[in-house]
């Protein structure tokens, strides 16, 4: 799962980076804006905002950009490392129950 963070202190884009390795995600970190968000951002499947580090500007250039995609939202008002676990951690939750849910759906048509 890729995920892309938005915000947050540049002293933990590394903490960051590898808190997101440890739940088997590939994350980017954009702490400042620098140029246009249409080439960074891409198309993850998470897309965090820790609103608190981040410009109303920047978030909504990444609103726009994400607009029609298939990606989850998350706004933090918490830079934190365990602000970022608990998003990892329930959205981790939530893909296991829809894959449950998928596969269960898939028996009983296979039945």
């Known amino acids: 799962m890729s995920v892309v963070i938005l ?3 540049e002293c933990m884009v590394r903490k960051y980076k590898d808190l997101c390795r440890s739940y088997q995600c590939t994350a980017k970190v954009i702490s400042k804006m620098g140029g246009t968000l249409k080439n960074r951002l891409g198309s993850p499947d998470l897309l965090v ?5 981040i410009s109303h500007k920047m978030v909504q250039n990444a609103l726009n950009e994400t607009r029609g995609q298939d990606t989850v939202i998350v706004r933090s008002r918490s830079s934190s490392m365990s602000a970022l676990g608990s998003i990892l951690g329930t959205l981790r ?3 296991n129950a829809r894959i449950a849910i998928s596969a ?3 028996a009983e048509r296979c039945d």
């Open 7 to 9: 915000g947050g202190n």
């Open 104 to 106: 269960d759906k898939c």
């Open 93 to 95: 939750k939530t893909l």
């Open 49 to 53: 905002m820790f609103t608190d580090t």
